[in-house]
């Protein structure tokens, strides 16, 4: 199974950064392309951010785009997310997926392997 644990989160005053880890676990991340998603209370999942296995395609929602920032270091086994500017409305349980597609729409819809993990929360508050 193709297992990644989120870490990183907490809570940050307006304007703050975070930089959030998606660790594999059990299996390289090498050969695929990588997404982060989001879900605040009540809300529906959305799309954050992708990266292609490769690391040379990125791929941002409106809302992050200029602030947040994907990677990966494939030795590391581990895709990042910075976050930096930081609004209350980005405050939201924050998940990767393994995707199972390449990384060319960002989405809360688009199909991923396996299950959700356990995410990391991110609280943006003064």
């Known amino acids: 199974q193709l297992q990644l644990v989120e870490s990183g989160g907490g809570l940050v005053q307006p304007g703050g950064s975070l930089r959030l880890s998606c660790e594999a676990s059990g299996f390289t991340l090498d050969y695929y392309a990588i997404g982060w998603f989001r879900q605040a209370p009540g809300k529906e999942r959305e799309g954050v951010s992708c990266?292609?296995?490769?690391?040379?395609?990125?791929k941002y929602a409106d809302s992050v785009k200029g602030r947040f920032t994907i990677s990966r270091d494939n030795a590391k086994n581990t895709v990042y997310l910075q976050m930096n500017s930081l609004k209350p409305e980005d405050t939201a349980v924050y998940y990767c997926?393994?995707?199972?597609?390449?990384?060319?729409?960002?989405?809360?819809?688009?199909?991923?392997?396996?299950?959700w993990g356990q995410g990391t929360q991110v609280t943006v508050s003064s």
């Open positions: 997926a393994v995707l199972k597609e390449d990384c060319t729409v960002v989405g809360g819809t688009v199909p991923i392997f396996g299950s």
């Open positions: 990266i292609s296995s490769s690391g040379g395609s990125t």
